[in-house]
């Protein structure tokens, strides 16, 4: 008998893999009879529960050149067209709704996708003996359902577009006085400036609940979608905007040119170099180094110009006034739109640079560094200042 070749090994071991994971999968969901809704399906089967909403929006977004090279295009013109946002709740005995590890909620047996596709996570999270101790409460938020990798979910941008505005919309839906009692519950960033907006919010660390360790159980659910990640609702960020800043009162006191550096991934290789060009333009230098909510709302509130490699930090943009200049430095292989959508709608001002050519068009890497040409940025800023 001749040996088996390699493409009929890898196809029986494949064969066998999937035969082995699947198994338990099926299983599990034999046992625990419930059915996994897409985002679509989720919403659907749960319009009865609204109630609150934001209708979506039509946000036209110009065509954007490099700075530098008026040649380049870094973003064509696009029509940026958001998803409603809701608020859903229900009330349910407490052992009748499942809260699952990564915050997702599974409700008549149905396991509800209220933001992003990809089930997976809510398979495999239940495919262990939950030991988690159990909490009851009377009111439950639940905003948030995905695992918290720090490659796609889990930094600055994430929690304040994804958790903390959807917060906010749930408070303003709820009463009062339920939302003063309400537990909230999700997969917990384990940073400061979460911690700081909780409390912004009126969310004490006692009514802060991780989902991963506690499973939580009550007689009201309230739950929330995010829509599109690139293009949040607009309202959702007004209404984060107004809640903040009624709480933090900022007041604009300077005009300053800052730029925003980079500790992590993406950084500018030859920074040094930009740094010196920069502050012989009257540049601020803000270090990449931790903060409170507080310090960077003042930051981009006083702020006339910002500028940076593309990051996380951009998310302050809400705070700044209209009119600011919000200029993004992008590698060739990673430019992403969700800053230049904020400053949109913020009414600011907008350019983007980026040094070289994609090789490969196919190809994206958002960790990669980024080399700039300082007498380029030189000349831009020489000819708006």
């Not at 709302?297 to 919000?326: D, Q």
């Not at 980024?370 to 000349?379: A, Q, T």
Request: hydrophobic fraction near 40%.
């Amino acid at each position: 008998m001749p040996f088996p070749s390699v493409s009929t090994l890898r196809r029986r071991t494949l064969t066998a893999l999937r035969s082995r994971f699947n198994k338990p999968i099926l299983r599990l969901l034999h046992l625990l009879r419930f059915n996994l809704l897409s985002k679509n399906e989720t919403i659907a089967f749960l319009e009865p529960l609204i109630i609150a909403s934001n209708a979506p929006d039509w946000v036209e977004l110009p065509q954007v050149v490099d700075a530098a090279d008026p040649a380049k295009i870094i973003f064509v013109h696009a029509s940026a067209i958001t998803e409603p946002s809701y608020v859903w709740s229900f009330n349910e005995p407490p052992d009748h709704t499942l809260l699952l590890p990564l915050g997702g909620v599974v409700y008549q047996r149905k396991a509800l996708c209220t933001d992003y596709e990809g089930q997976r996570g809510i398979v495999w999270a239940s495919l262990f003996p939950d030991t988690r101790r159990t909490r009851y409460t009377d009111t439950l938020l639940a905003p948030w359902s995905h695992s918290l990798d720090g490659v796609r979910f889990g930094g600055y941008y994430d929690f304040m577009i994804l958790v903390a505005a959807k917060l906010c919309r749930m408070k303003e839906a709820l009463p009062k006085v339920v939302f003063q009692q309400a537990v909230a519950t999700y997969p917990l960033f384990g940073t400061h400036y979460e911690h700081e907006f909780l409390d912004l919010l009126g969310i004490d660390s006692n009514r802060t609940i991780d989902s991963r360790v506690t499973r939580v159980r009550a007689n009201q659910y309230v739950l929330g979608n995010s829509g599109d990640w690139l293009y949040p609702n607009v309202a959702d960020v007004m209404l984060l905007k107004k809640t903040v800043e009624a709480s933090l009162k900022p007041v604009r006191t300077h005009y300053n040119r800052v730029y925003i550096s980079r500790a992590g991934r993406r950084r500018v290789v030859n920074e040094d170099e930009l740094i010196a060009m920069l502050r012989d333009y009257n540049f601020t230098i803000i270090y990449d180094e931790p903060r409170s909510l507080a310090e960077q709302v003042k930051i981009y509130r006083n702020a006339s110009f910002i500028m940076g490699p593309h990051g996380a930090s951009f998310s302050n943009v809400i705070w700044c006034e209209p009119g600011t200049h919000l200029f993004e430095l992008f590698s060739p292989r990673y430019v992403a739109g969700h800053f230049r959508y904020l400053a949109q709608i913020m009414d600011m001002r907008y350019s983007a640079y980026s040094y070289g050519t994609k090789n490969d068009p196919g190809r994206q890497d958002l960790e990669e560094n980024m080399y700039v040409s300082v007498p380029d940025l030189e000349r831009v800023l020489a000819s708006l200042f």
